[in-house]
């Protein structure tokens, strides 16, 4: 897992070291109970810190 999201890497020898699939994640600019602003990751599921939230 990197920064943005799962990757897989290549053992092929034409190809090795070459990415070659990964899935990205979605990060949501959201506030805290201390009411000061910190990113969360709301996809995927599996590795989300809080739920998305939608503008009012």
Known sequence: ML???RV??????KTHG????????YMQWQKGSD???A???????DA???QAQLRK
């Open 3 to 5: 920064f943005y999201g």
């Open 8 to 13: 897989k890497f290549s053992l092929d020898a």
């Open 18 to 25: 070459k990415q070659i699939a990964h899935d990205m994640v």
């Open 35 to 37: 009411g000061k602003l």
């Open 39 to 45: 990113t969360q990751l709301v996809w995927p599921q």
């Open 48 to 50: 989300a810190t809080a």
